[in-house]
Structures are given as structure tokens and as C-alpha cells.
């Protein structure tokens, strides 16, 4: 076994080290030092990596640079804390210039000896500016399972950066509590008893006779492939995505899942539940599936291809954590969209490539397909019966009907909190084309309007927002005499952030009210008039409906839906749970 279980820091440095190893890595350059100490003793002592000792830094950064440039492939360079990682500042700005791959890993005192008069303590934090790829500074040194993950993955992130899409240096800071010297620790050794190495590096075996960026992509390839044809429960999450050619992209997604035989369980932020006709295995309530342990321990997947990032659903989230299947991402950007630090490999493509890569027969309904898709229709049939007959004006309703009564083609600026997750409960897949529009970066509210008004000039679009999300940003509403075209916010105002209620803290009175919910009071006609923007106060359902379809081509306009934030948080409580067990008795009690 390669991994050294003597104490906390020796496994995570030969972790680290022996994922780089089976990425491809056969030369790391050692500068001496104490606090690099546990990276050291791991290079020196794996068998298949040379380990160099070189007494200079700046000499060893341009040797490692040589043997890179010569390679076309990265060579490690590790030194210890403080200045020792300033004398490989030339190198790593050659490195960026030149186009040569470089991993530099400088060790660093941990976060309580810095800033404090401890000896040989700089700040490390991004020591070379822009001239790197990528930075990261690696969490302390734990044993749990989660955090040896993320250490993995986080290192296999690094690996590709530093070849794609341009070669050049990528920085770890990597800090270390003492003991440095490998002093045993029974936990640790505890750990190597029932460590299976085989299965945590599963997922990056096929890197390691890859030199080159792009035959490792070939060799992942081949993998899914290999992973399709072993197993046929397996399922494609669209994840958030904004595409330049939605139903390009939506077309995409629809061929994989027909070639594959596999469900395609569809965010509401990406635009596949908006060409529903396209697919014929769509699962547009898998958070509420999931919620019902029966169906969430049926259905779990032996291998997921995931498009894009990873979807708002915090169900679907765990349930990925738990059942632990291998996950090819796919983004042909180069971040690292794996939250969960999973068994995951990137594939660095378009889905539009990878659907041409993976032009397969279609296949027969496999029973883990129709499992899915009775699941789907026994939550679809309590979902829509429940909204059709509910005449309160309950927030989580609005994303219900504005997903099927927007014109065609329309782009929607969805916020964030509440009506982001609104849209993933309870958006219903149809064939509006509608264009969903997002900041989901961040998942900040600031520059909510202003941004939903850039998306909407010279064309009418609608933005659903909450009221803080609007208040935050009323400012951009004095763009509206340079504005030439139509927004809609169709905003829901339950005085208060309404997702604070959906979380622990809500059941702590005080503070919670005043400090998180911050309700604000504000009189929205007034401030419509201030600014000379129109105003209506929804009603009913009806009005809301007529309202929607046709939209005005110019000018900006304020439908507000007041909603009653307890509530409404309540009503959604039950209605989740019971929507999960396909019940739909007593959801409308209290209204």
C-alpha cells in the first residue's frame, strides 16, 4: 500500500502525493525545510516518482521548468514556509509565459501562527498573483472520509489546470500542524486497517499512462463508455446551465438519454423541462422523489453523467454523497464543479461533443428507467392537482404557473433564495422554450434588477424575485431611461427573506425575525412612483395569468403577489413531505 498511516499529515501527504502519481507525475523537485517535512518524506518514499533534492529555490524552480519544458508535462516543486516560495517567483512567471506545466506546492504554517510574530511565516495567499492557472490553499490535515476526498479531488483539479486549456503553474498552499516528523498517531494507523486504496482512486486509474491533456480525455471517454456498457442504471443530471443554443443543447441531453436507455433528471434552471418534447425520460421532481427514502434507495445509480453544475437541489445533493455513484461531469470550461468531492472525473467537452462522442442505438427501457419515470408521474399527479385547485395566493405557485403561461422564447431572470428553489420544487416541464436566466456564481442577490434589466433590454422578459432581493438592488431603476426594452418583475412580496424560514435558525425568536428575516415594510407603489414604473397589486391567480401573455415591448412594470411569508413557509413544509410520499390530504389546511 502506498499511503503512510503513521500519523494525521503523513496520510495526507501521501494521499496527495499518490494521486499525483496516478495522474501522471514522475518528478518532483525538494527543496529542504521543516514545515514541507510530511511532503518530503512522501516523495522520497514512493517508488515510482523521483524525488530530486535541490538546495536552492530559485535554482530548483527553473530546473523544475527545464525538465517540464522538455517533458510537456508537470514536474512538482515543493519548499518549505515562508520566503522560500518567493524565490520561485521568476520561474512561475516563465512558466506562464513559456506555456509549461508547473505544480507548486509550498508548505505553510497553520492559520494560528500566522500574523503573530511565529518564526518563518509570510502570507502565502496567492503569492504569485496572476501567473499562476490556478491557487488553492488545501484545508489542515484531517482523516475524515469527506476531507480526504476533497483533498483528492482537489489535486486532481490542480493537475488539469496546469495542462488545460493553456499549460502553465498551478499553486497549492498546503499548511501543516506539527508533529512534521513522522511520529505515529493510533488514529491514523486505525484508518490503514480499513482504507480500501483500490476504490478511493478509482476514478483517476485511467490517468496514469496519459502524458498529455487531451489523451487523458480520451482515456475518460473510454471509461464512461466502458461504465455504460456494465451497467444500465445510470442517470443524466442537466445541471445550471445557461446555453447560447438552448435547444441545441436541450436536443443533446434528449439523445444521450435515448442512446443511454437513462432518465435525465432536469434542473429548473437549465432550459431542458422547457423543451419537454424532446425528451421522453425527463424527471423534473426528483427532489421530491428523494424525499421518500423508499424511492431514494431504489434508485440509486451505479453512474451519473452530470451537465454542467451541480443543481440548487439539496436532496439530490445528499443523495449523491450517500449512494456514492461515479460521475462524469461535463463542461468544457476548466473549474472544478464538483461540490461533493465524489468519484469524479471532468470531462473537458460540450454536451453537444460528448453526444456526438457517444452515438450509440437506442436502447429498450431498462426497469431502473421505469422506475424513475412511474416515480415522476405518481409526484407529477399529486403536484398539479394540488396547484390547480389552490386559490390562496401561496408564493410557491407562481413559479408553477409562470412555467406554463409565459409567452414562448421568453427570457427569465430567476433570483435567488426562495424563488430559485421555488422554480427547482415545482417549475412543470413543458415546450414554452423559455430561456431561464441566473446569477447562480455567487447565489448572491446584489445586482438582482440591474442584472435582469441587461437581460432584457432591446426584448420583453420577466424577472420573479423576492421582495429583499429588489430592495437591494432599487437602484436599477434609474436605468430606466437608458432601458429599450420590457421587464416584468413579477415580484412576490412576503416582507421578509423567506428562506431564512426554511432553515434551523428560524426556530430561535430572538433574534431571528429582526436579524435574518429583516422584514422591511416598504410600500411598493410608492416606490414604483418615485421612479415612474408601473404598478399592480395581483389579486388572484387569474389576473396574474392575463397579466403574462402577451407581455408589453417597452417600459418596466411591477406585478406584486403579496404572500404571507409564515405561512407560505409552512404550507411548503407539508407540501414537500407529502408531495415525496404522493399525498396530497390536508396540503391545503390553513388557507
Known amino acids: 500500500m502506498s499511503i503512510q498511516f503513521t500519523n494525521v499529515n503523513s496520510v495526507w501527504a501521501s494521499i496527495l502525493v499518490e494521486t499525483l502519481y496516478r495522474l501522471g507525475l514522475t518528478t518532483a523537485i525538494v527543496c529542504p525545510g521543516s514545515r514541507s517535512a510530511p511532503l518530503t518524506i512522501a516523495l522520497a518514499q514512493h517508488p515510482q516518482i523521483e524525488a530530486i533534492p535541490v538546495l536552492d ?97 482537489t489535486v486532481i483539479q490542480a493537475w488539469e489546470r496546469s495542462l488545460y486549456p493553456t499549460p502553465g503553474c498551478v499553486h497549492l498552499n498546503i499548511p501543516f500542524r506539527e508533529p512534521l516528523a513522522p511520529i505515529p498517531q493510533a488514529e491514523a494507523q486505525a484508518l490503514g486497517d480499513r482504507f480500501d486504496e483500490s476504490e478511493f482512486f478509482a476514478a483517476i486509474e485511467d490517468g496514469l499512462t496519459q502524458e498529455r491533456a487531451e489523451w487523458q480525455e480520451t482515456a475518460k471517454l473510454q471509461a464512461l463508455v466502458s461504465q455504460v456498457e456494465q451497467s444500465d442504471r445510470g442517470i443524466v443530471i442537466a445541471g445550471v446551465a445557461q ?43 426528483y427532489d421530491l422523489i428523494l424525499r421518500n427514502e423508499g424511492w431514494a434507495e431504489s434508485l440509486a445509480p451505479d453512474w451519473v453523467i452530470r451537465v454542467g453544475e451541480m443543481p440548487t437541489s439539496k436532496e439530490l445533493r445528499q443523495w449523491l454523497s450517500r449512494t456514492l455513484p461515479r460521475q462524469w461531469v461535463i463542461d468544457p470550461g476548466d473549474r472544478n464543479l464538483d461540490p461533493l468531492h465524489g468519484k469524479t472525473i471532468h470531462l473537458r467537452r460540450s454536451v453537444m461533443q460528448l453526444a456526438e462522442d457517444l452515438s450509440l442505438q437506442v436502447q429498450t427501457p431498462s426497469p431502473y428507467l421505469t422506475h424513475w419515470c412511474d416515480a415522476e408521474a405518481h409526484v407529477r ?96 431603476f434609474l436605468l430606466r431611461p437608458q432601458f429599450q426594452g420590457h421587464l416584468t418583475i413579477v415580484l412576490i412580496n412576503n416582507n421578509g427573506g423567506g428562506i431564512f424560514e426554511l432553515l434551523p435558525i428560524a426556530q430561535f425568536e430572538p433574534p431571528f425575525e429582526e436579524f435574518f428575516a429583516t422584514p422591511q415594510a416598504i410600500d ?68
Not at 501562527?113 to 503569492?127: E, P, S, T, Y
Not at 433564495?417 to 427547482?424: F, G, K, N, Q, Y
Not at 446569477?439 to 435582469?452: E, F, P, Q, Y
Open 57 to 153: 529555490e530559485r535554482s530548483a524552480a527553473f530546473f523544475a521548468l527545464g525538465m517540464a519544458r522538455q517533458t510537456h508535462r508537470p514536474v512538482a516543486l515543493i519548499c518549505t514556509s515562508g520566503t522560500a516560495g518567493a524565490n520561485f517567483y521568476p520561474a512561475v512567471i516563465e512558466a506562464k509565459e513559456s506555456g509549461v506545466p508547473l505544480l507548486v506546492l509550498t508548505a505553510d504554517r497553520p492559520p494560528e501562527l500566522r500574523a503573530c510574530n511565529a518564526g518563518q511565516a509570510i502570507d502565502q495567499q496567492k503569492l504569485y498573483g496572476s501567473y499562476v492557472n490556478h491557487y488553492s490553499e488545501l484545508a489542515l490535515p484531517d482523516l475524515a472520509p469527506d476531507l480526504l476526498g476533497y483533498l483528492r479531488q
Open 243 to 285: 446555453s447560447g443554443s438552448p435547444q441545441a443543447y436541450c436536443q443533446a441531453i434528449a439523445h444521450l438519454a435515448k442512446s443511454l436507455g437513462v432518465p435525465v433528471l432536469a434542473e429548473g434552471l437549465s432550459p431542458v423541462r422547457n423543451y419537454a418534447n424532446l425528451n421522453p425520460y425527463l424527471i423534473s421532481t
Open 381 to 476: 399527479q399529486a403536484i398539479d392537482p394540488t396547484f390547480q385547485e389552490l386559490e390562496s395566493l401561496v408564493e410557491s405557485k407562481v413559479a408553477w404557473l409562470l412555467s406554463q403561461h409565459l409567452p414562448t422564447g421568453t427570457p427569465l431572470w430567476i433570483a435567488n433564495s426562495t424563488p430559485v428553489r421555488d422554480v427547482e420544487w415545482f417549475w412543470k416541464p413543458g415546450n414554452t422554450q423559455v430561456q431561464p436566466f441566473f446569477n447562480r456564481g455567487a447565489n448572491g442577490i446584489d445586482g438582482t434588477l440591474s442584472s435582469a434589466l441587461g437581460m432584457a433590454h432591446y426584448r420583453s422578459g420577466v424577472l420573479l424575485t423576492g421582495d429583499l432581493a429588489l430592495l437591494h438592488d432599487t437602484n436599477g
Open 524 to 591: 411598493f407603489a410608492q416606490l414604483c412612483a418615485t421612479y415612474g414604473v408601473t404598478h399592480e397589486e395581483i389579486q388572484s391567480w387569474k389576473q396574474l395569468i392575463q397579466r403574462l401573455n402577451p407581455l408589453p415591448t417597452n417600459g418596466i412594470r411591477v406585478l406584486e403577489v403579496r404572500c404571507d411569508r409564515k405561512a407560505d413557509a409552512g404550507w411548503r413544509k407539508t407540501a414537500l413531505k407529502q408531495f415525496a410520499q404522493n399525498s396530497i390530504q390536508n396540503i391545503n389546511s390553513g388557507y
